[in-house]
């Protein structure tokens, strides 16, 4: 592989982990088990993110809520900031290519986190937050480090002396959002997108999210397949239907 091709791989971001309060620290196969968890059952908290210029992500905290900075804002990664003298050395993540940040401190190679990261939000901030650089774009913004508290179970491990452990998680406040659920999509509007599966209930508000209508809509599968498919509008149609028909 190329210098240029290695530059070009995504970033892998992984969190700091470490048990709260008084409970021993965390041992080697507990942390395996947590790094290898999907952010759903780790309080929405990735434990590997993959950064990469115009990512797709999620905000996972309520930041600064008064600035439109809520969990659940879309925004895409701009750039990144890392600790001076990090290194970055190509590996490979469950099949993927990517390059982790390393430092040496003289003894060992230690990975290292962002300082921040900048993101575009997709809605236009209400303002701009305090601590921010300064000649930033317009509706760009740093997201610095954020330590969150999860309680996370370990009943997967055989003969574990405990069963969950609450841990402090160091990490950047993003979800990836490449893709998302019926749910996440509720409120949001999208020049394109796809839809890969549905079912009569969600299929209305997957229909629905389009900026240009169906021409957004790009359908991955074949509706008219899928027996006794028929959609579900949502209970408010009907009454909004008959609202609107007050009016000429």
């Known amino acids: 592989m190329s210098c240029k091709e290695e530059d070009d791989l995504p970033i892998l971001v992984t969190a700091n982990l470490q048990a709260k309060g008084r409970a021993k620290p965390l041992n080697t196969k507990e942390r395996e088990l947590i790094y290898d968890l999907p952010d759903s059952q780790t309080s929405k908290i990735p434990m590997a993110l993959a950064l990469y210029p115009g990512a797709y992500m999620l905000v996972n905290n309520n930041i600064n809520t008064s600035c439109s900075l809520a969990q659940g804002s879309r925004c895409r990664v701009v750039s990144w900031e890392f600790p001076e003298n990090t290194q970055f050395i190509s590996s490979v993540y469950r099949g993927a290519k990517v390059r982790l940040p390393i430092c040496d401190d003289g003894v060992l190679l230690k990975r290292v986190q962002p300082t921040c990261v900048f993101v575009k939000m997709e809605n236009s901030l209400r303002n701009t937050p305090a601590g921010q650089p300064s000649g930033l774009p317009k509706d760009v913004v740093a997201l610095p480090l954020f330590t969150l508290e999860a309680t996370i179970s370990l009943n997967k491990l055989y003969a574990n002396d405990r069963a969950s452990v609450k841990t402090n998680i160091q990490q950047l406040p993003l979800r990836p959002a490449n893709s998302l659920t019926s749910y996440a999509c509720i409120g949001c509007e999208f ?41 579900s509008p949502q209970e408010s149609v009907p009454i909004e239907m008959q609202r609107l028909q007050v009016y000429p």
Request: charged share 35%.
């Open 191 to 231: 020049d394109k997108y796809i839809i890969y599966d549905t079912n009569p209930k969600e299929f209305y508000t997957q229909i629905s999210r389009g900026k240009k209508g169906l021409d957004s809509v790009v359908l991955a599968i074949d509706i008219k397949k899928k027996k006794g498919f028929k959609p």
